[in-house]
């Protein structure tokens, strides 16, 4: 649904307001049999016990619910990471925060390597969160998903696969390019904002080798030749802004930070992206701010930008 909100000069603009969030990486972690950990797990356990337990914080979590039910979206995207080990309970732990800030209806979800830690994890991601990952009509199927509000459509990829020890990679199949292709066109033509979520940066360079995306030239070709408004990721835990050519300029590929990551670090303080959309006659403009926690466990404005897509 979208909304009628007021701007600075009092007038109301038909808009619609979408919060991005990514790696949030819940905690703490369930209790664990060794075998459990009788694979690449045990890495992630150690990892987690050592660094990210004292890094991300439920404290962050209670904060970040209430900064996103300010702001009042319309919808939410999150871009992956939400478990760290992929234990059977953490995607209990992970439905019920995706529950806390909505519907399937208003949320809408793709995994990251973290959720696909482990050979099937990737299944049970999906199944667990199939109410967040799931086309209009019910279709679960394949590859992207297509999702469609008022003029934005939610399309969202899948990068996530299992890999090997120190590996984060993830993966663009040709199957998933040729199915994400058609969605644009169709997308396209029909003038709607085209919003792609995915969790690693498919920009070249955007993040180390051991953490890219394999299959990336191929999704870059086709935002070259299809176009998108907006391609929103997670992964590198970084509130960047990239750009990828598209048909009619370029498309902005935007990061965020790590969702509960805690302010006194050395990573970015745990932030969303929030993007204010309007359609106009020559496209769709969008106002875009990075928020971010505060040490009083607040989320304010550190970043403002405009953003202009011309019309597909």
């Avoid at 603009?13 to 209790?31: E, Q, T, V, Y």
């Avoid at 970015?268 to 106002?287: C, R, S, V, W």
């Amino acid at each position: 649904m979208c909304l009628y909100r007021t701007t600075g000069i009092g007038y109301p603009r038909f808009m619609f307001r979408l919060i991005h969030i990514s790696d949030l990486h819940l905690g703490p972690l369930p209790a664990a049999r060794l075998r459990d950990l009788a694979s690449k797990r045990i890495l992630g356990y150690v990892n987690w016990r050592r660094n990210r337990s004292r890094a991300f914080g439920d404290d962050v979590e209670a904060a970040l619910i209430a900064g996103i039910a300010a702001e009042k979206p319309d919808h939410v995207a999150v871009t992956g990471d939400l478990v760290n080990i992929a234990l059977a309970g953490e995607y209990v732990t992970a439905s019920a925060f995706l529950g806390l800030i909505g519907t399937g209806e208003v949320v809408s979800a793709v995994p990251g390597n973290h959720d696909a830690y482990v050979p099937g994890a990737a299944r049970r991601a999906r199944r667990a969160w199939a109410a967040y990952m799931t086309a209009d009509g019910g279709e679960e199927g394949g590859w992207p998903y297509v999702r469609r509000r008022g003029d934005i459509a939610i399309v969202g990829v899948s990068s996530a696969v299992a890999t090997g020890p120190f590996m984060a990679t993830g993966s663009f199949s040709a199957e998933q390019g040729e199915r994400l292709a058609a969605a644009l066109d169709e997308l396209g033509r029909a003038g709607l904002c085209r919003v792609v979520l995915i969790h690693h940066p498919p920009v070249k360079g955007a993040t180390a080798w051991h953490k890219r995306l394999s299959g990336a030239g191929r999704f870059r070709k086709i935002v070259a030749r299809f176009g998108a408004e907006l391609v929103l990721h997670g992964h590198t835990h970084q509130p960047t802004r990239l750009t990828l050519p598209g048909p009619k300029g370029a498309v902005p590929v935007i990061g965020a930070p790590a969702a509960t990551q805690r302010p006194d670090g050395h990573h970015p303080a745990a932030g969303f992206n929030l993007f204010d959309i309007e359609k106009t006659d020559a496209g769709f403009q969008m106002h875009h701010r990075l928020m971010q926690v505060t040490p009083a466990g607040l989320f304010v404005e550190t970043r403002s930008e405009e953003i202009v897509s011309p019309a597909p």
